[in-house]
């Protein structure tokens, strides 16, 4: 496993369960969630979707318009309290490129 520095890692998207106990619905990480990104945190992170994920315990889901760009380009809705995982089995490749790293 190899945790690359200054990153989290992310998904394109969430999934609406309903809760069992108040049956409302909730945003959560679908159990096939396709490819694991990489979004760079910079160093000044101090406000915005990034910066929530900085002291997350749980996943951090975007609303109301608001995504993050990931070092491959794409736009993801959900920001996730690890770093990105170069060795992860669904790595992006793409982001993997834009980072200079191999995966595994």
Same mark, same amino acid.
């Given at each position: 496993?190899?945790?690359i520095?200054d990153?989290c %890692?992310?998904?394109?998207?969430?999934?609406? /369960?309903?809760?069992?106990?108040d !049956?409302?619905?909730?945003? #959560?990480?679908?159990?096939?969630?396709?490819?694991?990104? %990489?979004? !760079?945190?910079p160093?000044?992170?101090?406000?915005?979707?990034?910066?929530?994920v900085?002291?997350?315990?749980?996943?951090?889901?975007?609303?109301?318009? /608001?995504? #993050?760009?990931?070092?491959?380009?794409r736009?993801?809705?959900?920001?996730?309290?690890? &770093?990105?995982? &170069?060795?992860?089995?669904?790595?992006?490749? /793409?982001?993997?490129? %834009?980072?200079?790293?191999?995966?595994?």
């Amino acid at each position: 496993m190899v945790k690359i520095l200054d990153t989290c %890692a992310a998904i394109e998207r969430y999934e609406w /369960r309903r809760d069992l106990v108040d !049956h409302r619905p909730d945003k #959560a990480i679908p159990e096939d969630f396709g490819v694991l990104h %990489a979004c !760079h945190l910079p160093p000044n992170t101090a406000s915005g979707l990034l910066a929530e994920v900085l002291d997350a315990k749980e996943p951090v889901f975007a609303s109301h318009g /608001r995504v #993050a760009g990931t070092a491959c380009g794409r736009f993801v809705s959900v920001l996730l309290p690890m &770093s990105f995982d &170069s060795e992860h089995p669904k790595a992006c490749s /793409r982001c993997l490129d %834009a980072i200079g790293v191999k995966g595994g």
